[in-house]
């Protein structure tokens, strides 16, 4: 047992969890944090962000790529409230995050004192838990409890907040090892098996949905068995995107808005559909009267609350995913259905993902990363048209290799996940895959990339628009293009060059696959900037509040607007 102020107890509690990088920014109310952290700079590398979002966005990117927590700090007010954003994406793509910060001293609580904000209460619905510790000898209780919040059930973001006079305060403090964590006290049966297998050898066309739960219980393996058992046609959520190696035979593609027509027209041809670690989101779902109307449907789940929240199904297993899929292989003999299958295969060849080959397009720049790149690096992407053609074109055969804000759709949060993930594995390849809106939101985190020395490779597929609303535009409201059109005297490279990346500029179709080889080899940060047409669109597409089956291509589109 020693003394320790509480600053230090913040520090050690880290340690004893096995931190090994904070992503933050300092300021006066934290100052004694960053003061201790000075202390042990050679046990816990701090990464100073541009700005908070940043720094809780890295943090992001450092969990969903290593599948520890990730932690962020923060000073009070504004840089409390900066984290926001960063915390809501964790939260509604379940990935365990703890936030740290630190407030005015607890005689100025309440008294709208500088700085001041109940970052707690803020913070409130896109936590699991928010604490606020004015108690030095319930700090380290505190912080213990948080991390082990984040990782239990289902996994997502805990706030820690700490007076300023807190951190200072000494009390009596004691190592402790980390507590084990049991994902979740599995709510599920003998007899909930035993129907789920009862399901499998009825059906004679399953279909099997994987979602970013999948990811998150590192059951991907025993997905890849359990679905070569039943031999039964594998989609992804955009969250779930390498559950599943998408080089395998079973593999149909992402399903939902931007799915392939061979996924979603599985989903809506199935008698069984099983729905894994995935919440039935509107994006995936379209319209929830007609989603696999004429399946029965079962769904695996760690959250109770997600069951029959959007989709009614007709059973579901409560646990994690891991030892409900294992439990189920063991006592599953293969199943055949090769008339479904064959099904599904011509399906595949009749609907396949396509785009204009003769110029430099968004899937062309996706195609060419995914040929160049090894299988373990790691693709992240901002939010838009980008986003989509990465999760169709590119070929993710590892799970925790795609990064992207799912849920929350959050602008500006990849170059910043990017970091994260770069920071937690500097020999593999980091790609971030922009486009030229979301750049606008978080192009100061290049300074990060550049005083990090990061060899992280930033793509920006620039069309000059802000191109998913641009299509939604086009197709709805009748080409009246309010607010999205970006041309402007910006020179992204120059700005990129500024920060002191090394930046390329790529017009033409010939020109791509030499630059991003030349940064693939150097090493360092770099900067690509691909300007493509403003009128390029995502492919294929089911408009909101539609079926499935009713989802339509570009030669589709040209058919019935009869051209």
Not at 118 to 135: C, E, H, N, Q, R
Not at 192 to 206: C, E, G, T, V, Y
Not at 240 to 265: I, P, R, W
Not at 502 to 509: D, G, H, I, P
Request: charged fraction near 25%; charge should be negative; hydrophobic fraction near 40%.
């Amino acid at each position: 047992m020693a003394k320790l102020n509480g600053s230090e107890i913040v520090i050690e509690c880290l340690k004893e969890q096995g931190v090994d990088t904070v992503f933050g920014y300092p300021g006066g109310a934290i100052l004694n944090i960053y003061d201790a952290l000075y202390k042990h700079q050679d046990e816990i590398h701090h990464v100073l962000t541009s700005h908070e979002q940043g720094a809780a966005h890295a943090a992001d990117g450092y969990a969903r790529a290593t599948g520890k927590v990730g932690v962020c700090f923060a000073t009070s007010g504004p840089g409390a409230t900066n984290l926001v954003t960063g915390i809501a994406t964790a939260h509604m793509d379940s990935i365990p995050l703890v936030a740290i910060t630190c407030n005015v001293g607890l005689p100025l609580l309440g008294k709208d004192s500088f700085q001041e904000i109940d970052i707690a209460g803020i913070t409130l619905p896109i936590t699991k838990y928010s604490f606020i510790v004015k108690d030095v000898k319930k700090l380290a209780a505190s912080i213990r409890r948080a991390f082990k919040i984040a990782q239990s059930g289902r996994p997502g973001p805990v706030l820690v907040d700490i007076t300023k006079d807190v951190t200072a305060a000494v009390t009596d403090f004691s190592p402790r090892e980390p507590e084990r964590i049991v994902r979740m006290k599995n709510q599920f049966n003998d007899g909930d098996i035993d129907n789920a297998i009862l399901m499998l050898k009825r059906s004679k066309r399953p279909c099997i949905v994987a979602g970013g739960g999948v990811i998150l219980s590192e059951a991907s393996e025993d997905l890849s068995i359990f679905a070569h058992k039943i031999q039964a046609p594998v989609a992804c959520t955009l969250m779930g995107q390498g559950a599943m190696n998408q080089k395998d035979e079973l593999y149909t593609g992402m399903v939902g808005m931007h799915g392939t027509k061979t996924s979603n027209y599985c989903v809506t041809e199935c008698d069984l559909l099983i729905v894994i670690g995935a919440r039935f989101s509107d994006r995936v779902t379209g319209n929830t009267a007609n989603f696999a109307k004429d399946a029965k449907i079962l769904q695996i789940d760690v959250d109770e609350a997600e069951v029959n929240k959007n989709i009614h199904v007709g059973a579901q297993i409560v646990g994690d995913a891991r030892v409900i899929l294992r439990k189920i292989n063991a006592r599953l003999d293969p199943l055949r259905h090769e008339e479904w299958f064959e099904h599904v295969e011509m399906m595949r060849d009749m609907y396949p993902l396509n785009y204009d080959k003769n110029k430099l397009t968004g899937p062309f720049v996706v195609e060419t990363i995914d040929r160049l790149t090894p299988d373990d690096a790691i693709i992240v992407t901002e939010v838009g048209q980008h986003q989509m053609w990465t999760a169709q074109y590119y070929s993710f055969t590892k799970p925790r290799t795609f990064l992207s804000s799912g849920g929350l759709g959050t602008m500006g949060y990849g170059l910043g996940a990017a970091i994260g993930a770069q920071t937690a594995f500097p020999d593999r390849v980091v790609v971030n895959i922009a486009g030229d809106g979301c750049l606008r939101m978080n192009i100061n985190e290049l300074a990060t990339v550049s005083r990090e020395d990061l060899p992280l490779i930033e793509v920006v597929i620039n069309n000059h628009v802000l191109g998913m609303v641009r299509q939604w535009q086009t197709l709805y409201y009748g080409k009246r293009y309010s607010a999205t059109v970006l041309r402007d005297k910006v020179d992204f490279c120059k700005v990129a060059e500024g920060f002191g990346v090394t930046a390329y500029r790529v017009t033409e179709k010939e020109e791509f696959e030499k630059v991003f080889q030349k940064a693939l080899d150097d090493r360092k940060p770099a900067f690509i900037e691909v300007v493509i047409d403003d009128d390029d669109k995502v492919f294929p597409m089911c408009s909101p509040g539609a079926a499935l089956k009713d989802t339509f291509d570009e030669t589709d589109l040209r058919l019935k607007e009869g051209r």
